[in-house]
Nanobody
Framework: QVQLVESGGGLVQAGGSLRLSCAAS????????MAWFRQAPGKERQFVAG????????QYTESVKGRFSISRDNANNTAYLEMNYLKPEDTAMYYC??????????????????WGQGTQVTVSA
């Protein structure tokens, strides 16, 4: 099975930056999409950013466009989420997810096969 470990969360002031990492451990895997989701208190889990593993095309939710950047390091089976100009509304538990099969869309949480345990991001005003 694929195991995902997120890291890089923490407490940051509004306007600051954080870099999240999602490392896939164990035997290598064939991932079609690696993505980041987040869930804030009292809200449903929502898609943040995703990247197709082999071709590196990306998709972002509207609220983070221009501020967040997703990337991947194939050799290390790691995806990153660079978060800049952070806002209090970005406060959430951030989860890494992997979809193994082909997909044309990124946003549906039910389409992902593996999930990490999450890393907390807290942005203070």
């Amino acid at each position: 099975q694929v195991q995902l470990v997120e890291s890089g969360g923490g407490l940051v002031q509004a306007g600051g930056s954080l870099r999240l990492s999602c490392a896939a451990s164990g035997r290598s895997f064939r991932a079609h999409i690696m993505a980041w989701f987040r869930q804030a208190p009292g809200k449903e889990r929502q898609f943040v950013a995703g990247i197709r593993w082999t071709v590196s095309s990306t998709q972002y939710t509207e609220s983070v466009k221009g501020r967040f950047s997703i990337s991947r390091d194939n050799a290390n089976n790691t995806a990153y989420l660079e978060m800049n100009y952070l806002k209090p509304e970005d406060t959430a538990m951030y989860y890494c997810a992997v979809r193994l099969s082909y997909a044309s869309d990124f946003e549906n949480t039910d389409d992902y096969d593996y999930w990490g345990q999450g890393t907390q991001v807290t942005v203070s005003a």
